[in-house]
């Protein structure tokens, strides 16, 4: 499973109930590299901002893969005035800046059982 909440300069992994009995690999799209490791596996990306669906485009090349999200995805283009899309927050200040704390915590309740699910 590949998390994809936060921010590369500040990734938020949230303490999941479950994770002790999930079998598979538990990843932060920060850490994530590429495709290759994920090489013929079931693969659920979690997450709807640009990173989780840019992930998620790439894995099915190697893997089945499977977008989970709460809302319809809203996608952006990567490029912004000519500029990533990365460049902004980074630029601004905003990239750093601890949003998750303030803004209202995603339920959690159903994770436990997809990471039961996933693990058969």
């Known amino acids: 499973m590949v998390a994809a909440s936060g921010s590369f300069g500040n990734p938020y992994r949230p303490a ?3 994770p002790e009995s999930f079998t598979g690999h ?4 920060a850490d994530y590299r590429g ?3 994920f090489a013929g ?5 979690v997450g709807a901002g640009n990173s989780a669906v840019q992930v ?11 977008l ?3 809302a319809p995805v809203r996608f952006a ?7 990533d899309l990365y460049f902004w927050p980074t630029r601004t200040g905003l990239g750093a800046a601890a949003l998750g704390r303030v803004l209202r915590t995603p339920p959690l309740s159903a994770l436990p059982s997809l990471l039961r699910r996933m693990s058969t």
Do not use: D, I, Y
Not at 26 to 29: E, G, K, M, S
Not at 41 to 45: A, G, I, L, N, S
Not at 56 to 66: G, I, K, V
């Open 16 to 18: 999941l109930p479950g």
């Open 26 to 29: 538990l990843l932060h799209v």
């Open 35 to 37: 495709p290759e490791a």
């Open 41 to 45: 596996q079931r693969v659920v990306v």
């Open 56 to 66: 998620a485009a790439e894995l099915p090349r190697t893997s089945r893969t499977t």
């Open 68 to 70: 989970a999200t709460r």
């Open 77 to 83: 283009r990567q490029l912004l005035w000519g500029r």
